[in-house]
């Protein structure tokens, strides 16, 4: 019977060669843009109890670095958006 591989630390992870990993300033949640089949994912994750927040993918990598950018800035924001 094979043995599961250990499980590796997330928060060492590097991104693929074209990838990339971003973190808010309070360092609370992780935005990773990677290579997944044949487009672009932007996933954003929280540090705390490693949980998936959201998933989208993109057919462009400047597309999908564009969201990442959107969602670091998200979630670095003091104030709650207008309107709220």
Same mark, same amino acid.
């Given at each position: 019977?094979?043995?599961?591989?250990?499980?590796? %630390?997330?928060?060492?992870?590097?991104?693929?060669?074209?990838?990339?990993?971003?973190?808010?300033?309070?360092? +609370?949640?992780?935005?990773e843009?990677?290579?997944?089949?044949?487009?672009?994912?932007? +996933?954003? +994750?929280?540090?705390?109890?490693?949980?998936?927040?959201?998933?989208?993918?993109?057919?462009r990598?400047?597309?999908?670095?564009?969201?990442?950018?959107?969602?670091?800035?998200?979630? %670095?924001?003091?104030?709650?958006?207008?309107?709220?």
């Amino acid at each position: 019977m094979a043995m599961a591989a250990p499980r590796r %630390n997330d928060r060492a992870r590097r991104p693929a060669p074209s990838g990339m990993v971003l973190r808010n300033e309070a360092g +609370t949640h992780e935005v990773e843009v990677s290579r997944a089949l044949s487009q672009w994912a932007v +996933t954003v +994750t929280s540090l705390a109890d490693n949980r998936m927040i959201c998933q989208d993918f993109f057919s462009r990598r400047w597309e999908a670095v564009a969201r990442a950018e959107d969602f670091v800035r998200l979630l %670095n924001r003091k104030e709650p958006p207008p309107g709220w």
